[in-house]
C-alpha cells in the first residue's frame, strides 16, 4: 500500500516537474492578427504547432506594425520572464538588434520570421521577397501596354521585407519599359494604402497600372480606385494572398497577388527554435516558397 502511494506521489511530481520544465517560446509578430489575415495565419501556425509538439507559446504584437519601441519593450519583459526562445518578425532590424544580441547572451535560441534582422547568424524563414515582387511586376508587365504610367505603393522599407518587395518591383517594372510615376509608402496599412493612393491618382489620371506591397494596401487603393471611377483602367497587383485579397481577383477587382505561406513561417518558426534550443543547426535561410495568384487559382486562397 505505502508502494503504491509512493509511486503514485512519485508520479504526480513527476508530471508537475515536467510541466514546470515545459519550455515557453515567444513568437512576436510585427502587427496583430485582429484585422490582418497574414498575422492571424502566422499565429495560427505558431500555436498549432507549439500544442503538437508540447511546448508553452506566448505570441505578441505591437499595436501597429511601425511601433518599433512597442515591440522592444515586449521582447525585454519576455526575456525578463524566461523563455527559452525567440520566433521573431522584426519591426525595425536594425532597432530589434541589440535586444536580439542580448537575448542569444543569455542563452535564448532566437529565428526571424517574415523579415530577416540585422544580426549574424539568425536564422531567416520566410519569403523571397525581392523574387514575389520580381514575380509580381513581370505579370504586370505582361497585362499594361509599354510606355504606360505606374505606381508602387511601398510597405516600410527600412524594414527588408519592404525593402526587398520595393527593389524587386522597381527593377521588374523598369526592365520591361514601363514608366513609374510614383513610389509611395502606406506602411503597410489599408486605410493609408487608400489615402497614398487618392494622391497618386490626382496627380497621374493616367495610371494603367499598381503594385501593391500587400494586400492590406492594395484593397484600400481598391477602394480609392474605386471611387475615382478607374478601377477598369488600373491593373493592380498585391502581395500575400490574403483570402479577402483573394476574394477581390475572384470579383475581378485585384487583378492579382503573390501568395506566402504565413501558416508555416509560424509553424516552421517554432520547430526551427526547438531544434536550436535541443542542440541542433539550422540552414541560413528557409525558403517558404511564393505563386502568383491569379483568377485560375484564387479559389484556393479564398
Avoid at 51 to 75: C, F
Avoid at 182 to 188: D, H, I, L, R, V
Wanted: with cysteine; proline share 4%; aromatic share 4%.
Amino acid at each position: 500500500m505505502h508502494k503504491l502511494i509512493l509511486a503514485a506521489a512519485a508520479g504526480i511530481i513527476g508530471a508537475v516537474a515536467t510541466a514546470a520544465s515545459a519550455q515557453t517560446i515567444l513568437v512576436s509578430m510585427k502587427g496583430p492578427g485582429a484585422g490582418n489575415p497574414f498575422w492571424a495565419a502566422v499565429e495560427r501556425g505558431a500555436t498549432e504547432k507549439a500544442a503538437e509538439m508540447g511546448v508553452d507559446v506566448v505570441v505578441l504584437s505591437p499595436p501597429t506594425e511601425s511601433d518599433v519601441p512597442a515591440q522592444i519593450a515586449q521582447v525585454e519583459d519576455q526575456l525578463a520572464k524566461g523563455v527559452d526562445g525567440i520566433v521573431i518578425a522584426p519591426t525595425d532590424p536594425n532597432a530589434l538588434a541589440p535586444v536580439i544580441d542580448e537575448a542569444i547572451a543569455d542563452g535564448v535560441s532566437v529565428v526571424f520570421i517574415d523579415t530577416k534582422g540585422a544580426n549574424e547568424g539568425v536564422t531567416y524563414i520566410g519569403t523571397d521577397n525581392q523574387m514575389g515582387a520580381s514575380l509580381a511586376a513581370k505579370h504586370i508587365c505582361e497585362n499594361v501596354e509599354e510606355g504606360a504610367d505606374v505606381a508602387i505603393l511601398q510597405g516600410i522599407v527600412t524594414q527588408s521585407t519592404g525593402k526587398a518587395r520595393a527593389d524587386g518591383s522597381h527593377e521588374g517594372l523598369s526592365a520591361c519599359g514601363l514608366n513609374i510615376v510614383a513610389e509611395q509608402t502606406g506602411e503597410w496599412d489599408r486605410a493609408k494604402g487608400l489615402a497614398v493612393m487618392e494622391n497618386i491618382i490626382t496627380g497621374n489620371p493616367n495610371l494603367k497600372g499598381v503594385f501593391a506591397s500587400n494586400d492590406n494596401m492594395g484593397l484600400g487603393a481598391i477602394e480609392a480606385l474605386k471611387n475615382a471611377d478607374m478601377l477598369d483602367q488600373v491593373f493592380l497587383v498585391g502581395f500575400d494572398a490574403n483570402p479577402d485579397a483573394a476574394e477581390s481577383v475572384l470579383a475581378g477587382e485585384m487583378a492579382a497577388t503573390v501568395a506566402q505561406n504565413p501558416y508555416n513561417m509560424g509553424a516552421f518558426g517554432i520547430e526551427s527554435v526547438l531544434t536550436l534550443i535541443s542542440g541542433g543547426s539550422l540552414d541560413p535561410v528557409i525558403d517558404t516558397g511564393t505563386v502568383l495568384v491569379t483568377m485560375e487559382n484564387a479559389e484556393d486562397f479564398n
